[in-house]
C-alpha cells in the first residue's frame, strides 16, 4: 500500500498576502518568519534579486525545520532594470507611482520549494508584465489615500482598487502579482512530496 505520510508544510512568510494565496491550495501549513537580510548587492538585477531572496528565505526557515517542506517567495517591481521595493511611506510611495505611470514594469515574482532531510530544492521565477495609465497626481494621490499600499511591491494592489490604476497584464499565472504563483508552487510541492488533493480524495 502507498504510504499516507506527508511532511509538515511551511510559508517562510509573514506576508497577509502569501498566507491568504496558500489557504487556496487547502493543505495545512504554519508560519515562519525566515529573518533574512533582503538588501539588494551591488549591480543586482531584479529577477536574480527576487530569485535569490525567495530561495534564502526558504533555506533560512528550513534550517530550523529541517523535516518540513518549506516554501519561500519574493517579489521585485522592475522597471527598466530599477529594482522597485516597498515603499513603506505616503512619500515614497507617490514616487513610485509617478515613476510608473505610462510605463510597463515587470513584477518579478520568485518561489522556492526547499526540504534540508531530502535535499529537495527547486526555484521558480514568474515574471508578469503590467502597464499603468497615464495617472495624473490627483488620481495617485486618491489612491493612495483609499488603499494605503505601502507594503507592497510597486505601491499598488492589484487585487483590490488597484486595478483602476491600470491598462494591462501579461502573464501565466494570475496569482503572481498578489505575490506567491500557485501553478508554479503546486507544481514543486507535488514534486516535494505534498498531495495536495489528498484531503478531498474519498478513500477507496
Known amino acids: 500500500m502507498p504510504s499516507t505520510f506527508q511532511r509538515k508544510l511551511i510559508l517562510g512568510s509573514t506576508s497577509v498576502y502569501r498566507r491568504e494565496l496558500l489557504e487556496r491550495l487547502r493543505v495545512p501549513f504554519t508560519v515562519e518568519s525566515p529573518h533574512v537580510n533582503e538588501a539588494p548587492r551591488p549591480d543586482e538585477l ?3 534579486l527576487a530569485v535569490r531572496l525567495a530561495l534564502a528565505k526558504a533555506q533560512a526557515v528550513a534550517k530550523r525545520f529541517p523535516d518540513c517542506v518549506v516554501i519561500g517567495s519574493d517579489q521585485v517591481a522592475d522597471l527598466h532594470g530599477q529594482a522597485l521595493g516597498k515603499p513603506g511611506t505616503h512619500e515614497r510611495a507617490v514616487a513610485q507611482l509617478r515613476q510608473m ?3 510597463t514594469v515587470v513584477f518579478q515574482t520568485a518561489v522556492a ?3 534540508q532531510q531530502t535535499g529537495f530544492c527547486q526555484q521558480a521565477l514568474a515574471p508578469v508584465r503590467v502597464t499603468f495609465r497615464e495617472l495624473d497626481d490627483a488620481e495617485i494621490e486618491s489612491y493612495l489615500q483609499a488603499e494605503q499600499p505601502y507594503d507592497c511591491a510597486g505601491s499598488a494592489k492589484s487585487e483590490g482598487l488597484g486595478i483602476s490604476l491600470l491598462s494591462a497584464i501579461e502573464n501565466d ?3 503572481a502579482l ?3 504563483p500557485l501553478i508554479r508552487t503546486s507544481q514543486m510541492l507535488r514534486a516535494a512530496g505534498i498531495d495536495l488533493l489528498q484531503t478531498t480524495r474519498k478513500p477507496a
Open 173 to 175: 499565472d494570475p496569482t
Open 113 to 115: 520549494v526547499v526540504c
Open 101 to 103: 505611470r505610462g510605463q
Open 178 to 180: 498578489v505575490g506567491l
Open 46 to 48: 531584479p529577477a536574480t
